[in-house]
């Protein structure tokens, strides 16, 4: 193969890179407009909704479908069908009722039905978006991506902007993005009769056995980036839960932006290893990603004043050091996620699992110590400190590599990552619930 022919996959990986960053970057802005029109409005209590209400049903999905979405991403057609009628007949019924559970619950605290209600069918379509944004991604069309993640956003913010609630603006750039998804996959879309047809409960209670393997790594990564936000709901007021979820949310949206790029290189290798075409197995989007981080982090910490007075137009105290603390923590998460993601795509799932355990593990005694004494900033603060100390067990790991860390967090040394039996299903990448561009995420 000449060097024409190598340079090709790569400058390709970098080009899907880079618009799948700058996708997440357009979208994160939008979001920031959102919460800046909000706040302004005084729509604290809409956002510390959002937060709330979709931390929760984003667990209900998580317990009753494991990870499902990672599996659709990599997965064969059989498996695809069964994750499609899993979602039909199992996961959606479950988080209606959970809808239920969980606004009985909030509503005790001062957080109104007809929000969460809409929150509610927000989480819903973002979960449904991980699907379709990933049958686009399979084929790498990541400018019909673009298009479909923040397109929506625009009638949203017009909405907002003109004093309209900011649940139901969530909810109309919802539909907009359902609706423009099915358009961009034409003969692929979810409403196809085909599709329809070849929905059965015995293929959704097999998704189960297929995803078996993922479940544990998907409670992890969701601890690990919830778990902080969940407990601050339960211990302080709507009005607080509003002002550190539009920080929460910049964060989130900065790290969207980076998990975008290694997504790139994540779909390159599923491709590869399923002979459906090489996308480029380089380090482009590591690079990418890693430099952004640290770009990203210098700009918040310098400019975190402004953000969260003059744009989000929060209280001076507090807001600014939660927003620094998690920007510190940028790169590390970057880092971790290049790791956990190169594995995955590489059919690794073990070691990714393994990492991101760890991650949960360390962020759920700091995080019990911290937010009841601190509050919002012991959130922030046990977020950095977990990213910190992933990073820091994986690159003593590396940096030992002929000892125990590396054979547990790694695979064996000296060798490839550990081959995955012949026997068991495929393992996914990833299109993180927590990381893909829905109407409203990070």
Same mark, same amino acid.
Not at 63 to 84: N, T
Not at 243 to 257: D, N, R, T
Not at 336 to 342: E, G
């Given at each position: 193969?000449?060097?024409?022919?190598?340079?090709?996959?790569?400058?390709?990986?970098?080009?899907?890179?880079? &618009? +799948?960053?700058?996708?997440? $970057?357009?979208?994160? @802005? %939008?979001? !920031? /407009?959102?919460?800046? *029109?909000? #706040?302004?409005?005084?729509?604290?209590?809409?956002?510390?909704?959002?937060?709330?209400?979709?931390?929760?049903?984003?667990?209900?999905?998580?317990?009753?479908?494991?990870?499902?979405?990672?599996?659709?991403?990599?997965?064969?057609?059989?498996?695809?069908?069964?994750?499609?009628?899993?979602?039909?007949?199992?996961?959606?019924?479950?988080?209606?009722?959970?809808?239920?559970?969980?606004?009985?619950?909030?509503?005790?605290?001062?957080?109104?039905?007809?929000?969460?209600?809409?929150?509610?069918?927000?989480?819903?379509?973002?979960?449904?978006?991980?699907?379709?944004?990933?049958?686009?991604?399979?084929?790498?069309?990541?400018?019909?991506?673009?298009?479909?993640?923040?397109?929506?956003?625009?009638?949203?913010?017009?909405? &907002? +902007?003109?004093?309209?609630? $900011?649940?139901?603006? @969530? %909810?109309? !750039? /919802?539909?907009?993005? *359902?609706? #423009?998804?099915?358009?961009?996959?034409?003969?692929?879309?979810?409403?196809?009769?085909?599709?329809?047809?070849?929905?059965?409960?015995?293929?959704?209670?097999?998704?189960?056995?297929?995803?078996?393997?993922?479940?544990?790594?998907?409670?992890?990564?969701?601890?690990?980036?919830?778990?902080?936000?969940?407990?601050?709901?339960?211990?302080?007021?709507?009005?607080?839960?509003?002002?550190?979820?539009?920080?929460?949310?910049?964060?989130?949206?900065?790290?969207?932006?980076?998990?975008?790029?290694?997504?790139?290189?994540?779909?390159?290798?599923?491709?590869?290893?399923?002979?459906?075409?090489?996308?480029?197995?380089?380090?482009?989007?590591?690079?990418?990603?890693?430099?952004?981080?640290?770009?990203?982090?210098?700009?918040?910490?310098?400019?975190?004043?402004?953000?969260?007075?003059? @744009? %989000?137009?929060?209280?001076?105290?507090?807001?600014?050091?939660?927003?620094?603390?998690?920007?510190?923590?940028?790169?590390?998460?970057?880092?971790?996620?290049?790791?956990?993601?190169?594995?995955?795509?590489?059919?690794?799932?073990?070691?990714?699992?393994?990492?991101?355990?760890?991650?949960?593990?360390?962020?759920?005694?700091?995080?019990?110590?911290?937010?009841?004494?601190?509050?919002?900033?012991?959130?922030?603060?046990?977020?950095?400190?977990?990213?910190?100390?992933?990073?820091?067990?994986?690159?003593?790991?590396?940096?030992?590599?002929?000892?125990?860390?590396?054979?547990?967090?790694?695979?064996?040394?000296?060798?490839?990552?550990?081959?995955?039996?012949?026997?068991?299903?495929?393992?996914?990448?990833?299109?993180?619930?927590?990381?893909?561009?829905?109407?409203?995420?990070?």
């Amino acid at each position: 193969m000449g060097t024409g022919d190598r340079d090709g996959p790569r400058r390709s990986s970098t080009r899907d890179s880079l &618009v +799948a960053s700058c996708t997440n $970057l357009l979208n994160g @802005l %939008l979001n !920031a /407009a959102l919460l800046a *029109f909000s #706040a302004h409005h005084g729509q604290t209590d809409e956002i510390a909704t959002y937060v709330a209400v979709s931390a929760a049903l984003a667990l209900v999905a998580i317990a009753v479908a494991g990870g499902s979405p990672l599996l659709y991403i990599s997965g064969d057609a059989e498996q695809r069908r069964a994750v499609r009628s899993q979602w039909v007949f199992v996961t959606v019924p479950c988080m209606m009722l959970g809808t239920v559970a969980i606004g009985s619950f909030y509503s005790r605290s001062g957080y109104g039905w007809p929000a969460m209600l809409s929150i509610a069918l927000v989480a819903i379509g973002n979960h449904h978006a991980n699907f379709q944004l990933a049958d686009l991604a399979r084929e790498l069309r990541f400018v019909s991506i673009a298009v479909a993640a923040c397109g929506c956003k625009v009638p949203a913010l017009v909405m &907002v +902007a003109l004093g309209g609630q $900011l649940s139901s603006a @969530l %909810l109309t !750039a /919802a539909v907009i993005q *359902f609706l #423009a998804a099915e358009a961009f996959l034409g003969r692929r879309s979810w409403l196809r009769p085909r599709f329809l047809a070849e929905l059965s409960p015995r293929h959704a209670f097999s998704a189960f056995r297929m995803n078996r393997h993922l479940f544990t790594y998907s409670i992890a990564e969701y601890w690990g980036a919830r778990m902080t936000a969940v407990l601050l709901s339960l211990l302080v007021t709507p009005q607080v839960m509003g002002a550190f979820g539009a920080v929460l949310s910049v964060y989130q949206a900065q790290a969207s932006v980076l998990t975008a790029a290694l997504r790139v290189s994540l779909v390159g290798r599923v491709r590869h290893r399923q002979g459906l075409g090489d996308a480029g197995n380089g380090r482009q989007g590591e690079v990418v990603a890693i430099a952004g981080a640290v770009t990203i982090t210098v700009v918040s910490i310098l400019a975190a004043p402004w953000i969260v007075d003059d @744009l %989000l137009r929060l209280p001076p105290d507090g807001p600014a050091l939660w927003l620094i603390l998690l920007a510190a923590a940028l790169p590390f998460m970057t880092i971790v996620r290049a790791v956990t993601l190169n594995q995955i795509g590489d059919a690794s799932y073990r070691q990714a699992t393994r990492i991101m355990v760890l991650n949960a593990a360390l962020i759920t005694p700091v995080a019990l110590a911290a937010v009841p004494l601190a509050g919002a900033t012991g959130a922030a603060s046990a977020t950095l400190a977990a990213e910190v100390l992933t990073g820091a067990v994986l690159g003593l790991a590396l940096l030992r590599r002929q000892g125990r860390l590396s054979a547990v967090f790694l695979g064996p040394a000296g060798g490839g990552l550990p081959a995955v039996p012949a026997s068991e299903p495929a393992p996914p990448g990833k299109i993180s619930t927590s990381s893909g561009p829905g109407v409203f995420r990070g």
